[in-house]
């Protein structure tokens, strides 16, 4: 059973930066895509960015992109996600994802949410204005 553990959330002023973890376990880290996402209240999911089994494609929601960047350490069986230049509006619970069944991501789009298999219990970021 894969496993997977968010941390990293808390509280931030507007422009300002933090990072995100994932740590997974009880499967074979290198061998999956990983995602990011995110839920506000009262709002669906929605799809932040992913990145590939090697780390050398990545694919970003518009809403984040040029501000967010996903990486990841097979080495240590860890998905991050470094946010910058925060807004009030990134305020959301945020989730990383397993696709435990694929390797890669799509290049020229997100990869659609059921894709990704396993979950994690996800991390609070709240962004004060």
């Known amino acids: 059973q894969v496993q997977l553990v968010e941390t990293g959330g808390g509280l931030v002023q507007a422009g300002g930066s933090l990072r995100l973890s994932c740590a997974v376990s009880?499967?074979?880290?290198?061998?999956?895509?990983m995602g990011w996402f995110r839920q506000a209240p009262g709002r669906e999911r929605e799809f932040v960015a992913d990145?590939?089994?090697?780390?050398?494609?990545?694919y970003y929601g518009d809403s984040v992109k040029g501000r967010f960047i996903v990486s990841r350490d097979n080495a240590k069986n860890t998905l991050y996600l470094q946010m910058s230049a925060l807004k009030p509006e990134d305020t959301a619970i945020y989730y990383c994802?397993?696709?435990?069944?694929?390797?890669?991501?799509?290049?020229?789009?997100?990869?659609?949410?059921?894709?990704?298999?396993?979950w994690g219990r996800g991390t609070q970021v709240t962004v004060s204005s």
């Open positions: 994802a397993a696709d435990t069944e694929n390797s890669e991501i799509l290049l020229f789009g997100p990869t659609p949410i059921g894709e990704f298999d396993y």
């Open positions: 009880g499967g074979t880290f290198s061998d999956y895509a």
């Open positions: 990145i590939s089994w090697s780390g050398s494609n990545t």
